[in-house]
């Protein structure tokens, strides 16, 4: 194996990119780009030069036609791996490189985790601001159980005492509850309302910004597109209001000390061709 420079997964990362845009055009599906990907095209025009995150957001019924479509359109060395055929702790998809690993990632052994990017979907949101917050957070609170339930025949083995014991029990619990029911649950409660009948809309079931990322449906629609690495990608009609409302004076850089890449360490599988 050979670890891979940032660089490197940024390129990486950018071809999953183009493969996913290309399925969606193909099919008509709804998405953008998300987070830190979209600020990236915003302020960078691509990644954000310390980053090797890209987020993409889909309308929940689009996100499932792609789950769906994807087995037959993607490359064979793209996988999907998502909360609804695997033993995942996340809440939403992922399509991995299964030309790479990453070997330090403790928590889902089964199937070790690979570079990936991350698609997310969007749901609608009803009521009174309090009312969308208190929503919102309780999702969270049900993703957070679920990642902990998930993850706890792990953590047993590498805790000690009253946290091992603690871990334990969780396991157990995990063992008892039906594989998908976590999932389906959290899936019902943030689907609820529908993204293209609801007032506000957005990623209810997590995202960088929590409830910040909620805004209007119009403000929501994606009928832009930006630059990214050279290619054009699809992205919010309000892509201001998006980034002003996560990351405040967005166009201006964070200072020096904070520009550190967040992200696990991934290697090239021996034989395998770099595209």
Same mark, same amino acid.
């Not at 917050?133 to 590498?158: F, G, P, Q, S, T």
């Not at 000690?160 to 998908?180: D, F, I, K, T």
């Not at 910004?209 to 909620?214: P, Q, S, V």
């Given at each position: 194996?050979?670890?891979?420079? !940032?660089?490197?997964? $940024?390129?990486? +990362?950018? /071809?999953?990119? #183009?493969?996913?845009?290309? =399925?969606? &055009? ?95 979907? !969007?749901?609608?949101? $009803?009521?009174? +601001?309090? /009312?969308?917050? #208190?929503?919102?957070?309780? =999702?969270? &609170? ?134």
């Amino acid at each position: 194996m050979r670890k891979l420079e !940032l660089r490197e997964v $940024q390129l990486m +990362e950018f /071809e999953i990119l #183009k493969e996913y845009d290309r =399925v969606c &055009r193909k099919h008509q599906l709804r998405y953008t780009l998300g987070g830190g990907t979209l600020l990236g095209a915003v302020r960078h025009k691509g990644f954000i030069p310390w980053d090797n995150d890209i987020d993409v957001a889909m309308p929940r019924a689009d996100y499932h036609k792609f789950l769906k479509l994807a087995s037959m359109e993607l490359p064979k060395h793209l996988k999907m791996y998502t909360p609804y055929n695997s033993d995942s702790r996340f809440s939403y998809s992922k399509i991995l490189d299964l030309r790479t690993i990453d070997v330090e990632f403790q928590h889902c052994k089964e199937q070790p985790l690979r570079l990936y990017i991350d698609i997310f979907p !969007l749901d609608g949101m $009803q009521g009174t +601001e309090q /009312e969308r917050k #208190k929503r919102k957070n309780k =999702v969270i &609170r049900y993703v957070k159980w679920m990642h902990r339930l998930k993850e706890a025949k792990y953590k047993k083995k590498e805790a000690h005492g009253l946290q091992a014991a603690a871990w334990y029990m969780l396991s157990v619990v995990n063992c008892l509850v039906p594989r998908h029911f976590l999932i389906k649950y959290i899936d019902r409660y943030a689907a609820k309302y529908d993204f293209d009948t609801s007032e506000y809309v957005g990623c209810v079931i997590g995202g960088a910004g929590g409830y910040k990322e909620l805004i209007k449906r119009e403000e929501y629609a994606m009928t832009g597109e930006a630059e990214f690495e050279g290619c054009r990608f699809m992205t919010l009609k309000n892509t201001d209001l998006y980034l002003s409302n996560l990351y405040g004076d967005y166009m201006q850089l964070p200072p020096v000390e904070d520009r550190v890449t967040h992200s696990d360490t991934f290697y090239l599988l021996e034989n395998t061709k770099q595209p």
